[in-house]
Each structure stands twice: as structure tokens, then as C-alpha cells.
């Protein structure tokens, strides 16, 4: 059963809460499938099960509130918690997942807080991580405040109205509307990870040291 069949059999004010839960933890630095329960929770409220409006809203405020406890939890644990949690999850918290957060935390500041909530990664350890190293409250407040609304509403204003036009497309081009949309899709997926693995090529590339 999929997630999205799953979340039908239960009562609205329980994904509500879920969604809330789910994402909340994950910001605080569990892995958990934060997104495919939001992405989800969304295409429901695109059939009318439940509310675009409070998906978004319980969205953003489990992101902003669990960021903010793995803040807290980072800032008094230190690296020292990274350094225990690598030893018991090694596949999310191994010490190569936290010398390339740490990189972008070093070069991008406060702004890997915000953009950090679209990446998987970073997702997970923004708030523990910038409370680790000691960034000052306010800024990442602000910040991750700013990421959850846009990352959490946008995700489920795109999802809401991507399922209604989708829904209608479909209905009206049958099972070739359905090929198209897929070939799309695919298309559009297999361009972004060939742009996000050259970015990552050109960051990881060494500067050339000039001869003297």
C-alpha cells in the first residue's frame, strides 16, 4: 500500500497531524520521509480529502518547530553528538554526510539553512548542525522560519494545483495525456540530476594553486 492510499483510510485531522509530525521530526534530525508524506498529504487535498491550506500550515510549523529543537540540540550536544550519532547511523550522519554539510554551512552561511530545506540532506541536519557550530539564534530564526513557509507551502500549492490541472488533463486525453505527462516528467528529472551532479563536480574540483 502507498503512502497516499494509506493516508486516505484515516480521518483528515490525523494526517493533519501527521504531516505536522512527521516533518517536525525529521527537521529535528531523524530520517524520516518528511517529503513523501507532504507531497502525499498534498495530492489528497487536490481530491478534496483534506485541506491544502492546513497541509501547508502544519507543514511549516512542524518544520520550524523541529529545526529549532535540533538547534537547540546541537548547540548543547556539539560535534560531539555527530560524532555518536555517525557511529549508529553511518548512512545518514557517516562523517562524509557531515563534512559536506559542514562545507556548505562554511561557504553559504545562513543561507544553507533556508536552501538547506530543499535538499534531503540538509533537511535533516540543518537545525542540529548550525546549532553545533554555533550560529547565532536570530539569524538562523529567521532563516529556517523563512525555509519551512516556502519550502513546506510551495511544496503543497505546486502539488494541490499540479494534481487539479493533472486531474482534469487526464480526464480529458485519456491514457495519452498520461504517456506525455510521463515522458515529461522523466525528462525534467533526468536534466535537473545532470545539472545538480555538474554543480557538484565544479564544487568539489580543487583551485589550482598559482606557481610563484
Not at 548542525?129 to 507551502?153: D, S, T
Request: positive net charge; charged residues 15%; contains cysteine.
Amino acid at each position: 500500500m502507498h503512502v497516499e492510499e494509506w493516508l486516505q483510510t484515516i480521518p483528515a485531522i490525523w494526517v493533519y497531524v501527521l504531516v505536522g509530525g512527521v516533518v517536525g521530526l525529521e527537521s529535528l534530525g531523524i530520517p524520516l520521509p518528511g517529503e513523501i508524506v507532504l507531497v502525499s498529504s498534498a495530492l489528497l487535498s487536490a481530491k478534496g480529502v483534506v485541506s491544502p491550506l492546513i497541509v501547508g500550515v502544519c507543514a511549516s510549523t512542524g518544520a520550524i518547530v523541529g529545526d529549532s529543537l535540533g538547534y537547540l540540540i546541537g548547540r548543547k550536544g556539539g560535534r560531539p553528538l555527530f560524532d555518536r550519532l555517525g557511529r549508529r547511523f553511518p548512512k545518514h550522519f557517516g562523517p562524509a554526510h557531515i563534512a559536506k554539510a559542514e562545507h556548505l554551512f562554511q561557504r553559504w552561511g545562513v543561507w544553507a539553512v533556508f536552501f538547506g530545506r530543499f535538499v534531503a540532506l540538509l533537511r535533516i541536519l540543518a537545525g542540529p548542525l548550525a546549532g553545533a557550530l554555533h550560529m547565532p539564534y536570530w539569524r538562523f530564526l529567521v532563516a529556517n522560519v523563512l525555509g519551512g513557509i516556502v519550502w513546506a507551502g510551495g511544496t503543497t500549492a505546486a502539488v494541490y494545483y499540479l494534481g487539479i490541472v493533472a486531474d482534469r488533463w487526464l480526464k480529458g486525453f485519456s491514457w495519452v495525456g498520461l504517456v506525455v505527462a510521463v515522458l515529461c516528467g522523466v525528462a525534467g528529472t533526468v536534466w535537473l540530476k545532470r545539472k545538480a551532479a555538474a554543480a557538484m563536480r565544479e564544487e568539489e574540483t580543487p583551485e589550482p594553486v598559482s606557481a610563484r
